[in-house]
């Protein structure tokens, strides 16, 4: 009789250490990305996670950058990104993760492009790359590439993409591998501003010079998180950038604040932005940084 | 007495069983949120979606949650706040150009007419690093899905 009440007091203790967890589940503080800022340091790189979180989350996804090459009427050819072939001169699981980024960021101006017919390949490459990385659960490449060889299925191709990339990075901050999250961004980055580069050098336009210009902020953030780091990886790329860092010295950008003006169109609020942003750089200095991109690209992902 | 501690133990596990299955906020997967809010997207597509949850406050301090997020000049953005049926207050997502909550550039939620409008549009000519916050209007506790989308 007495283990009978001996074993309902432990149940009782069990049930009650249950209520309290299930209680603190309201608490703002126990919101989930709330909980990984305030968790401890676990970078192999000595970077703090709230700053790599910062750097992550302030960088355009390839879709907008795609989008605002497009929207300004510039021609695009996909001869200009990374082959599909050969993915093995990626060795380490760094290096295969920056690729990782650039093939997504690919497949971002492909799919914005509508050059739909080019993704199986780059889906492919990011599979093995991805099973190399252990991170393939994170999507469904059949369905992807079956909806990438159905033209009508473009939209949902891209919303897929993005959940996808997504949830696998948020897995790796659950897991602490903000270092492979960092490098995916930077390789989706590089890509990206080489194709900004690369369609600037024959636009030789103002709107594509500012698009290069406005770049600066991002190689100011990653310059100081890459040199900032002990790791030697991230020293060399710290290296392989430090150029254009300098190059991005020589540029100064002016962006005045403005109250936006408030519409409501058919019921639907519409804030427009008053901001100016004034880019002091000569022609000169963007055609250095502009070469300076395209060198470094190819140097770390050709 | 066996019988009585067996019956109060039997009443605490249902008890404790059933505050489980309830929606609270740090228990809202938003699941359900997401997929309404992604269904209706039409011209824009899917940057990023935040799964929110926030206890009770105060009406002039509610608490918040923010988030960096990165806008492109020439681009048009739509932030979408969905929220969780068992709200009794409606999530807000209003965007400032820093942390520090100064100088707000768009909101879902209207203060001057007290409107809540279940997305807002933000037309951006300054490529950035802007502060997107969520907070329950009224300080309320709640739960729901923010959605962060770009014009096609």
Same mark, same amino acid.
């Given at each position: 009789?007495?283990? +009978? ?41 000595? !970077? ?10 302030? @960088? ?14 510039? &021609? @695009? ?12 001169? @990626? ?47 994170? @999507? ?5 590439? /079956? ?30 591998? &903000? ?52 790791? &030697?990886?991230?020293?060399? !790329? ?20 403005? /109250?936006?003006?408030? /519409?409501? +169109? ?37 | 007495?066996?019988? %009585?501690?067996?019956?109060?133990? #039997? ?6 069983? #059933? ?13 359900? $949120? ?7 997207? =039409? $011209? ?6 935040? %799964?929110?949850? #926030?206890?009770? =406050? ?43 909550? $100064? ?17 807002? $549009? ?19 506790? =709640?739960?729901?899905?923010? #959605? ?5």
């Amino acid at each position: 009789m007495k283990q +009978i009440i001996k074993h309902s007091i432990r149940l009782l203790s069990f049930t009650m250490i249950g209520m309290v967890i299930s209680c603190n589940n309201g608490n703002p503080a126990e919101n989930s990305l709330e909980n990984q800022l305030a968790g401890p340091d676990t970078t192999s790189t000595e !970077i703090s996670q709230e700053e790599i979180f910062e750097l992550i989350e302030s @960088f355009p996804t390839p879709l907008e950058m795609a989008l605002a090459i497009k929207n300004g009427n510039n &021609d @695009f050819t996909s001869d200009i990104l990374l082959s599909t072939d050969s993915i093995d001169r @990626f060795i380490s699981s760094y290096e295969k993760a920056m690729a990782m980024g650039a093939y997504g960021a690919d497949m971002g101006y492909l799919n914005i492009y509508g050059k739909v017919f080019l993704v199986p390949d780059y889906l492919a490459t990011i599979r093995l790359l991805s099973v190399d990385l252990d991170l393939d659960n994170f @999507f469904d490449f059949e369905k992807m590439i /079956e909806m990438a060889e159905n033209s009508d299925n473009i939209d949902s191709l891209i919303q897929m993409s993005t959940e996808s990339f997504n949830q696998m990075e948020a897995h790796l901050r659950d897991k602490g591998r &903000d270092e492979l999250s960092l490098l995916i961004v930077f390789g989706t980055w590089l890509e990206g501003a080489y194709v900004i580069a690369d369609v600037a050098q024959k636009a030789q336009s103002k709107e594509m010079f500012n698009r290069v210009a406005q770049q600066k902020d991002f190689v100011t953030k990653l310059d100081k998180i890459f040199t900032s780091s002990h790791d &030697d990886f991230f020293k060399t !790329i710290a290296a392989k950038i430090q150029p254009l860092v300098d190059l991005y010295e020589q540029i100064e950008i002016e962006i005045i604040m403005k /109250e936006s003006t408030m /519409e409501e +169109i058919n019921g639907q609020l519409v804030f427009i932005d008053n901001s100016e942003t004034i880019i002091h750089a000569s022609d000169d200095d963007i055609n250095k940084i502009i070469n300076s991109t395209i060198e470094i690209r190819n140097e770390l992902l050709k | 007495m066996i019988k %009585r501690i067996i019956i109060l133990m #039997l009443v605490i596990l249902g008890v404790s069983f #059933l505050q489980a299955m309830v929606p609270a906020p740090g228990k809202c997967s938003g699941d359900d $949120e997401y997929a309404l809010g992604i269904k209706n997207l =039409g $011209e824009y597509m899917l940057i990023k979606d935040y %799964r929110i949850s #926030l206890a009770s =406050g105060s009406a002039n301090n509610p608490p918040m949650v923010s988030f960096p997020i990165s806008l492109t000049a020439g681009l048009k953005y739509k932030f979408i706040p969905i929220n969780h049926p068992d709200n009794k207050s409606k999530l807000v997502m209003k965007i400032f150009v820093n942390q520090k909550k $100064e100088m707000p550039i768009a909101s879902s939620y209207n203060s001057s007419s007290s409107k809540h409008y279940p997305s807002v $549009e933000f037309e951006c000519k300054t490529t950035g690093t802007f502060y997107l916050f969520f907070f329950f209007a009224d300080g309320q506790k =709640g739960c729901g899905v923010g #959605l962060f989308t770009v014009s096609k």
